[in-house]
C-alpha cells in the first residue's frame, strides 16, 4: 500500500514517519507539509520524497496519513477520500462537528477505508483490557484523568503548537479519555463540564448502560503531578489500567496501519471519530 503523509511537525517526526518507514506493508510515498522547506526535511529524514502541492500527493498514493491540527485535517481528508484514499486519521478529527460529518460522509459516499489513530485502542495490551471489562459488565462508574504537563513542563515538542494553545485538554487529551470510556460503558447520554485551573476541564458524563463517568483533562499539569489514571468500579469490584501495558506510540500506530491496510473492521473509524467530536463539542459549548 503507497501511504503519503500530510504534516510535518512533531507528531509526524516522532511517531507517523518512523511507523509508515518501518512498516513492511507499506510504502512511504511522500509527504507534504505547508511548510515546504519543513516537509523537505522530513522526507529527507525517512527516504521518501516531498510534495509541494497535496492534491500531487493524494493522487499519487493509495492511502494518505494525518498528522495535521484537526482544522487542517479535515477538510483535507474530505478531498483525499473524495478521491478514493483511504484515510489514517489523527484525534480529533475535527475542530467542529460539522466538519467531522462532512469526513464521515466523504467516507461513507466513496466506499474508502478510515481508521482514527486513538492511541490506547492500537495498543495491544491496554486494547485488550478494555475489551475485557467492556466483556465483563456490570460498571457503576468509571474515571479517565489525563494530566498531561504539556505547558506546566519544559522541553515537550507540543508545547508550541497553536491549536493545543486554543483548544486545551479538552480536545487534545479528552479524545483519549472517551476512547476508553466509551466502549466499557457505552455511549454518552449527558455531558456536564466546569473549569478547573489553567486549560483543566472536569468532566461528568452519563452513559447509556446508566453507568456514569468522570475525566480530567489538562495540558498544564505540574511535571510532579502528571499521569494518567482510568479506574471502573461495579460488581466486578474496582479495576485499574496498569501503567506497564502502554507502547510506545510507534508500535500502536503500526498495528492502526495493519487496520487500515488488511481492511479489518475496527470500532475506530470516522464515524466513531464524530461521536468523539460531538461530545467534546458538546462540553466545550457548556465551558462558554
Known amino acids: 500500500m503507497r501511504v503519503g503523509l500530510l504534516g510535518t511537525g512533531p507528531w509526524a517526526r516522532l511517531a507517523y514517519g518512523p511507523a509508515l ?25 525517512f527516504g521518501t520524497r516531498a510534495h509541494e502541492d497535496a492534491d500531487a500527493l493524494i493522487a499519487d498514493v493509495d492511502a494518505v496519513a494525518f498528522a495535521l491540527p484537526p482544522a487542517v485535517q479535515a477538510p483535507l481528508a474530505v478531498r ?13 478529527l475535527a475542530a467542529t462537528v460539522e466538519a467531522a460529518r462532512e469526513v464521515v460522509e466523504a467516507v461513507e459516499q466513496a466506499g474508502v477505508r478510515s481508521v482514527v489513530f ?8 491496554v486494547a485488550g483490557w478494555i475489551d475485557r471489562q467492556a466483556a465483563a459488565g456490570g460498571w457503576y462508574t468509571g ?10 513542563g519544559e522541553g515537550s515538542p507540543f508545547a508550541d ?5 486554543e483548544k486545551g485538554g479538552l480536545w487534545d487529551v479528552g479524545p483519549h479519555a472517551l476512547s476508553v470510556l466509551l466502549p466499557v460503558l457505552g455511549d454518552v447520554e449527558a455531558v456536564s463540564a466546569s473549569r478547573g485551573p489553567a486549560d483543566t476541564v472536569h ?4 452513559h447509556a448502560s ?7 483533562l ?9 499521569g494518567v489514571a482510568v479506574e471502573f468500579r461495579g460488581t466486578q469490584g474496582v479495576v485499574s489500567c496498569p501503567d506497564d501495558l502502554a507502547v510506545p506510540a510507534t508500535e500502536a500506530l503500526a498495528r492502526a496501519v495493519d487496520v487500515l491496510a488488511t481492511g479489518e473492521p475496527h470500532p475506530c473509524d470516522a464515524r466513531f471519530g464524530l461521536r468523539v467530536t460531538e461530545i467534546l463539542a458538546a462540553a466545550e459549548a457548556l465551558l462558554g
Open 218 to 226: 489538562t495540558l498544564t499539569a505540574p511535571p510532579a503531578a502528571a
Open 143 to 152: 474515571r479517565a484523568d489525563w494530566y498531561g504537563d504539556v505547558f506546566g
Open 21 to 45: 518507514a518501518a512498516h513492511p506493508a507499506v510504502e512511504f510515498a511522500g509527504v507534504w507539509g505547508r511548510r515546504p522547506e519543513a516537509a523537505g526535511e522530513v522526507a529527507r529524514m
Open 118 to 125: 486513538f492511541t490506547l485502542r492500537f495498543d495491544a495490551g
Open 80 to 92: 483525499a477520500a473524495r478521491a478514493g484514499r483511504h484515510l489514517l486519521l489523527d484525534k480529533p
Open 210 to 216: 446508566g453507568a456514569s463517568s468522570t475525566a480530567v
Open 203 to 206: 468532566l461528568a458524563l452519563r
Open 161 to 165: 503548537s497553536p491549536w493545543r494553545r
